[in-house]
Nanobody
Framework: VQLQAFGGGLVQAGGSLRLSCAAS????????AGWFRQAPGKEREFVAA??????SYADSVKGRFTISRDNAKNTIYLQMNNLKPEDTAVYYC????????????????WGQGTEVTVSS
């Protein structure tokens, strides 16, 4: 499975972005998928995950971010609203999770990352 993430960019605080992650090789419907992020000088952290019919979010993004999947397009999305400067990071999509979806080590496949910068 190959994942390609895109949609990052520079946005002002309070703005919105939608990240996309397209999969090739296998379908997303086969796997749980998630988004992680890594800010400069910090460890990679969980953002959101999507199973077959449920979603989970980090407390820091709950109510502002929404993860969704379009199995027909083999793509997962991360809609990010009311962005804050602390959301600035490189965002990675991941798939093929076994075990806890909040743990990056439980994912088999990773995209290359897309950078999000939120200015104050």
């Amino acid at each position: 499975v190959q994942l390609q993430a895109f949609g990052g960019g520079l946005v002002q605080a309070g703005g919105s972005l939608r990240l996309s992650c397209a999969a090739s090789g296998r379908t997303f419907s086969t796997y749980g998928a998630g988004w992680f992020r890594q800010a400069p000088g910090k460890e990679r952290e969980f953002v959101a995950a999507r199973g077959w019919s449920d979603s989970s979010y980090a407390d820091s993004v709950k109510g502002r971010f929404t993860i969704s999947r379009d199995n027909a397009k083999n793509t997962i999305y991360l809609q990010m609203n009311n962005l804050k400067p602390e959301d600035t990071a490189v965002y990675y999509c991941a798939a093929g999770v076994t075990g806890a979806r909040t743990e990056s080590r439980n994912y088999l496949y990773w995209g290359q990352g897309t950078e999000v910068t939120v200015s104050s």
